[in-house]
């Protein structure tokens, strides 16, 4: 049986997918699901990923970790785990290993540990457009010096422009300026020569959502305070109430209202003046400066405005509201659609089953990119015993104990990655644990 596993990965979002050869693809779920918030909570034989490491973050607790990305480098922090002080860059690692064993268990339904499939399971990554090149390339190195063989990052811009240009909602023949909502923040990518990575991109912070959420989030948190009298963090109370300020939009009604339930866990009755929400909206220039970042982008690259298709992606932006703005200032703006992003991962997995579950270059998108890095030699399945390059059926591994958990090697700098011979198995570095039977998702 063949198949391949996907964690699409942004800075505070995890998602986790598979596929077996010949079937669609599925989402790769435990109890919480296949999308979690990055936070990690380890402590003793305890390692989870989620919203209970969330909650324990935000909470100041000791042993929870989150801002990964902003913290994977500092050599000076680390995790405790089985009663060893861990580097703290291999909290990804191990939470990807435990939605990885839990594949083999409970989805393939081998017997195996995880250090048995290490070197031929096919292993992908889909990197955010908020997740910068050096931490790509840290991540993937990561999975790569510990055993991983088979894996690699691919382009999920490829595989979306494609989608859209081939169903005619783009015109292929012109230049994209994708613009992304990703936690508050808005992405400015300019697509001229590829859709493999963007020739140019801006990123404009606290602009990356609809400006009436926020606003309406606010007048649900006074509504509320002022009724319950509570003592809550404005800021942490007013990210708790913005799913709540997108229904209280889409009523569309003079007098939006409805029940909503605090962080604290108290429920109490809110109705928002929607004219209150107008006179707020006044005050907004976040337009101005969104005009601004895309004229200048455009004019470094040599375009003009009417040269471009400008399309909107992510929930938080690709509204009516957001779209009519543009439209103001701009020709051609275009709406992503609802299912772009299930035929997007769709094509991505028949690339991958198309490739026979082995490594390519013409969808890696790290490897697209400068600075260049040296590819690690093929696994077993990627082999051949031919001029045809025919695959060979790779060897079972033998089952080993292991005697001791031994702590993950030091992560090597890309240039220094020993190129081995295809007809040579390669040597791996010692590798953490299998996951103790206490490690949950909770």
Same mark, same amino acid.
């Given at each position: 049986?063949?198949?391949?596993?996907?964690?699409?990965?942004?800075?505070?979002?995890?998602?986790?997918?598979?596929?077996?050869?010949?079937?669609?693809?599925?989402?790769?779920?435990?109890?919480?699901?296949?999308?979690?918030?990055?936070?990690?909570?380890?402590?003793?034989?305890?390692?989870?990923?989620?919203?209970? #490491?969330?909650?324990?973050?935000? !909470?100041?607790?000791?042993? #929870?970790?989150?801002?990964?990305?902003?913290?994977?480098?500092?050599?000076?922090?680390?995790?405790?785990?089985?009663?060893?002080?861990?580097?703290?860059?291999?909290?990804?690692?191990? #939470?990807?290993?435990?939605?990885?064993?839990?594949?083999? !268990?409970?989805?393939?339904?081998?017997?195996?540990?995880? $250090? $048995?499939y290490r070197g031929s399971l096919p292993l992908r990554f889909i990197f955010s457009s908020d997740?910068?090149?050096?931490?790509?390339?840290?991540?993937?190195?990561?999975? =790569?010096?510990?055993?991983?063989?088979?894996?690699?990052?691919?382009?999920?811009?490829?595989?979306?422009? @494609?989608?859209?240009?081939?169903?005619? /909602? /783009?015109?292929?023949?012109?230049?994209?300026?994708?613009?992304?909502?990703?936690?508050?923040?808005?992405?400015?990518?300019?697509? *001229?020569?590829?859709? /493999?990575?963007?020739?140019?991109? &801006?990123?404009?912070?606290?602009?990356?959502?609809?400006?009436?959420? +926020?606003?309406?989030?606010?007048?649900?948190?006074?509504? #509320? /305070?002022?009724?319950?009298?509570?003592?809550?963090?404005?800021?942490?109370?007013?990210?708790?109430?913005?799913?709540?300020?997108?229904?209280?939009?889409?009523?569309?009604?003079?007098?939006? =209202?409805?029940?909503?339930?605090?962080?604290?866990?108290?429920?109490?009755?809110? =109705?928002?003046?929607?004219?209150?929400?107008?006179?707020?909206?006044?005050?907004?220039?976040? $337009?101005?400066?969104?005009?601004?970042?895309i004229d200048t982008l455009l004019s470094k690259n040599g375009l003009n405005a009417n040269q471009?298709?400008?399309?909107?992606?992510? &929930?938080?932006?690709?509204?009516?509201?957001?779209?009519?703005?543009?439209?103001?200032?701009?020709?051609?703006?275009?709406?992503?659609?609802? !299912?772009?992003? !299930?035929?997007?991962?769709?094509?991505?997995?028949?690339?991958?089953?198309?490739?026979?579950?082995?490594?390519?270059?013409?969808?890696?998108?790290?490897?697209?990119?400068?600075?260049?890095? +040296?590819?690690?030699?093929?696994?077993?399945?990627?082999?051949?015993?031919?001029? *045809?390059?025919? %695959?060979?059926? %790779? +060897?079972?591994?033998?089952?080993?104990?292991?005697?001791?958990?031994?702590? %993950?090697?030091?992560?090597?700098?890309?240039?220094?990655?020993?190129?081995? @011979?295809?007809?040579?198995?390669?040597?791996?570095?010692?590798? %953490?644990?299998?996951?103790?039977?206490?490690? @949950?998702?909770?």
């Amino acid at each position: 049986m063949k198949y391949c596993v996907l964690v699409q990965i942004s800075k505070n979002t995890v998602f986790f997918w598979y596929q077996l050869q010949g079937t669609p693809f599925e989402p790769l779920a435990q109890k919480e699901g296949n999308e979690l918030p990055l936070y990690f909570y380890a402590k003793g034989n305890e390692f989870i990923i989620g919203s209970f #490491a969330k909650d324990r973050y935000l !909470n100041g607790n000791i042993s #929870a970790f989150g801002n990964y990305f902003s913290i994977i480098t500092d050599p000076t922090k680390f995790f405790s785990l089985y009663g060893n002080q861990k580097p703290i860059k291999y909290l990804l690692y191990y #939470a990807v290993e435990q939605y990885l064993s839990f594949f083999i !268990n409970s989805v393939i339904y081998e017997t195996g540990t995880i $250090e $048995e499939y290490r070197g031929s399971l096919p292993l992908r990554f889909i990197f955010s457009s908020d997740i910068e090149h050096k931490e790509k390339i840290l991540v993937e190195n990561l999975f =790569k010096e510990s055993g991983y063989d088979n894996v690699e990052s691919i382009s999920y811009s490829e595989f979306s422009l @494609t989608f859209l240009k081939e169903n005619k /909602i /783009i015109n292929g023949e012109k230049p994209v300026l994708l613009l992304t909502g990703i936690n508050g923040d808005l992405y400015i990518e300019l697509f *001229k020569d590829n859709y /493999i990575s963007p020739t140019s991109q &801006e990123v404009l912070e606290g602009h990356g959502e609809d400006p009436r959420t +926020k606003i309406m989030a606010k007048l649900i948190y006074d509504d #509320a /305070i002022a009724f319950t009298r509570l003592s809550l963090n404005e800021r942490i109370e007013i990210d708790h109430l913005m799913p709540y300020a997108k229904q209280f939009l889409d009523q569309d009604i003079a007098i939006p =209202k409805g029940d909503v339930t605090l962080s604290d866990g108290s429920t109490c009755y809110v =109705k928002i003046k929607l004219k209150e929400l107008n006179d707020l909206l006044v005050y907004y220039a976040g $337009e101005d400066k969104i005009f601004k970042s895309i004229d200048t982008l455009l004019s470094k690259n040599g375009l003009n405005a009417n040269q471009v298709q400008y399309l909107l992606n992510g &929930e938080s932006i690709n509204t009516k509201y957001f779209s009519d703005r543009l439209k103001k200032k701009y020709n051609n703006v275009i709406r992503v659609p609802d !299912n772009a992003h !299930n035929e997007t991962l769709k094509a991505s997995f028949k690339s991958i089953e198309d490739s026979g579950y082995c490594l390519t270059t013409s969808t890696n998108d790290i490897n697209s990119q400068k600075p260049e890095i +040296k590819k690690p030699p093929l696994p077993p399945c990627c082999q051949s015993n031919d001029k *045809k390059g025919i %695959p060979v059926k %790779p +060897k079972v591994p033998e089952i080993k104990k292991v005697s001791s958990p031994p702590i %993950p090697p030091p992560l090597k700098k890309p240039t220094e990655t020993k190129q081995q @011979t295809i007809s040579s198995k390669p040597k791996l570095p010692p590798l %953490p644990p299998p996951f103790p039977s206490k490690i @949950t998702n909770k």
